[in-house]
């Protein structure tokens, strides 16, 4: 049986993937600083900005699933964030590589790309919104995920270890379909994140398929749900929120995704299988 740590197995999505992995077959600790009110995953408190304690939490494992963050821009000071995410995630796959781990997937965001928390006018220079787009974000929060994104490949560089950094969109758990009456029919609602959203069951089970692949290197892929949370066609949606784009690289079919989620699915063979349309009545 496989050993996978998952960091931040606490939090909204890893409490998922900490369970679909259980449900995998795979042996599976949870390292976060918040121990789950109920879980049938063994836990481990960890502050993962402490190099020693990353070491320990990850010694026996065959894999690691870093997941832990502050996971928002400006819910903490800018150096607070950045600190924490950059050096939990250096920590992480440094501690890995020492201990001859091969495998691991880290959360990189959608926000890299800058539009969601841009505070100045930013509209994509292209659509759908693939892995080449620009990333250029003005907050803590969005750098450090480039920063993550670099020390990734930094780290296939120098061992070989294979890293898959999701660029992951805002995710949804099946609870939290019961929000979406309240901004499917207003473009203006969730226009920074280009209406995207990812099924934390979905998610998860990419993270599995990006543990169980073989010879991807360092690569970032975007994840993303096939459609678009809104009850709009993509067309209005551009028209009422982006008239400006006008590079459009692939149809835009009614209601397909805008953060381009086609490089993930090619390269993990992961098919997304959650639609909102049929959680809310």
Request: negative net charge.
């Amino acid at each position: 049986m496989a050993k996978v740590v998952v960091t931040g197995g606490s939090g909204r999505l890893g409490s998922y993937v900490v369970e679909h992995f259980l449900e995998s077959g795979y042996e599976v600790v949870n390292a976060d600083a918040v121990k789950p009110a109920s879980s049938r995953a063994k836990h481990v408190t960890v502050d993962l900005t402490n190099l020693g304690e990353c070491y320990g939490v990850l010694a026996g494992a065959d894999a690691v699933v870093h997941l832990a963050a502050i996971p928002v821009a400006y819910s903490h000071p800018n150096e607070v964030t950045f600190g924490n995410n950059v050096m939990s995630t250096y920590n992480v796959l440094e501690a890995a590589a020492g201990l001859g781990i091969r495998k691991a997937v880290i959360a990189s965001s959608e926000s890299s790309y800058g539009i969601v928390f841009a505070k100045r006018p930013l509209i994509p220079q292209y659509l759908p919104l693939d892995e080449e787009h620009p990333q250029l974000p003005e907050d803590s929060y969005g750098l450090s995920k480039i920063v993550n994104e670099q020390t990734a490949e930094m780290f296939n560089r120098r061992t070989g270890m294979q890293v898959v950094s999701f660029r992951i969109g805002n995710v949804i758990t099946p609870e939290m379909y019961g929000n979406f009456p309240g901004f499917i029919h207003d473009p203006a609602k969730r226009k920074g994140i280009l209406w995207s959203y990812i099924d934390a069951r979905d998610m998860a089970s990419a993270c599995r398929l990006a543990i169980e692949a073989e010879g991807l290197g360092a690569v970032v892929l975007n994840a993303a749900n096939d459609n678009t949370s809104m009850d709009i066609p993509n067309d209005e949606l551009l028209k009422a929120c982006y008239p400006a784009v006008t590079d459009i690289r692939a149809p835009l079919d009614n209601f397909d995704t805008l953060l381009c989620n086609k490089k993930a699915k090619a390269v993990l063979n992961w098919q997304p299988v959650h639609n909102w349309r049929d959680e809310v009545k």
